[in-house]
């Protein structure tokens, strides 16, 4: 699998902006996404999961009720839609795929992801 972040740019606190993640491959729709972030001097930490089918979806408390994480199979593309923005959502975001769906490490764990994009950079200015 071959993950291509985008949709990423400068916007107000406030604003909203939408993050898409297109897969090249036939095992995108068998495979578990994931949304990370990395700000600058910061370790990366887990944003958003969602489930192959989409039945299951998680957020890290941070921006739960502000961030959806959703997937069209049919466009092989995982979506991270972002609202109600904040200076500190600054950084540089990263899909990720699961095409084994593991359960052995908890979906918060980068290391369940085998697959990454290249990042997409959301600057949110105050």
């Known amino acids: 699998v071959q993950l291509q972040a985008s949709g990423g740019g400068l916007v107000r606190a406030g604003g909203s902006v939408r993050l898409s993640c297109a897969a090249s491959?036939?095992?995108?729709?068998?495979?578990?996404m994931g949304w990370f972030r990395q700000a600058p001097g910061k370790e990366r930490e887990f944003v958003a999961f969602?489930?192959?089918?989409?039945?299951?979806?998680y957020y890290a408390g941070s921006v739960k009720g502000r961030l959806t994480i959703s997937r069209d199979n049919d466009k092989n593309t995982a979506y991270l839609q972002m609202n109600s923005l904040k200076p500190e959502d600054t950084a540089v975001y990263h899909c990720?795929?699961?095409?084994?769906?593991?359960?052995?490490?908890?979906?918060?764990?980068?290391?369940?992801?085998?697959?990454w994009g290249q990042g997409t950079q959301v600057t949110v200015s105050s």
């Open positions: 990720a795929a699961d095409p084994t769906r593991s359960r052995s490490l908890y979906f918060t764990d980068g290391r369940k992801y085998s697959y």
């Open positions: 969602i489930s192959w089918n989409g039945g299951t979806t």
């Open positions: 491959g036939r095992t995108f729709s068998t495979s578990d």
